[in-house]
């Protein structure tokens, strides 16, 4: 079984034989559960068991003494999508600075991800669209949009 939920609390423990261990109590908008992270597991995924963490969990259900506990046999970090798989910028480029472009280029690279960046320009010929190349991706993350609207204007995040 493999479910999503965010760590309520950690009790770290050691076993009989020393190994290292740990419950983590996880929770989601229908209730909570204990989770045990035996030692195999928590040596390969350690910094992931911490209060507050949103883990994905692919784990056994554990059914002994009127209680259910997960055994997780793997961890993983939740990492959210963008809604957004590319990033399109409007400029109006009959007001835009010299250099804009080679600025905004270098912002981009400031916050390496996977989604390609498109500039809708307007020139004085129209409408236009710059590709930026395939070594200008982005990680599309609040900063940068933040960053984006100091140099372009508020305009330019559609």
Not at 100 to 112: C, G, H, V, Y
Not at 113 to 119: D, L, N
Not at 123 to 150: I, L, N, R, W
């Amino acid at each position: 079984m493999t479910i999503g939920g965010i760590v309520a609390g950690v009790r770290h423990m050691t076993t009989k034989r020393g190994d290292a261990m740990v419950f983590l109590r996880l929770e989601d908008i229908t209730g909570s559960v204990e989770t045990v992270v035996f030692n195999q597991t928590y040596d390969k995924t350690r910094e992931l068991c911490t209060t507050d963490r949103i883990l994905i969990v692919k784990a056994r259900v554990d059914r002994k003494e009127g209680e259910t506990k997960l055994v997780a046999l793997e961890l993983t970090a939740f990492e959210a999508v963008p809604d957004k798989r590319e990033v399109r910028l409007q400029i109006d480029a009959t007001r835009a600075a010299a250099g804009t472009i080679r600025e905004l280029a270098q912002l981009i690279k400031d916050f390496p991800g996977e989604s390609p960046v498109y500039a809708d320009l307007i020139t004085s010929q129209g409408k236009k669209v710059y590709a930026f190349g395939p070594q200008y991706k982005v990680k599309p993350a609040p900063d940068f949009y933040a960053e984006v609207k100091m140099l372009l204007g508020d305009s330019a995040v559609a």
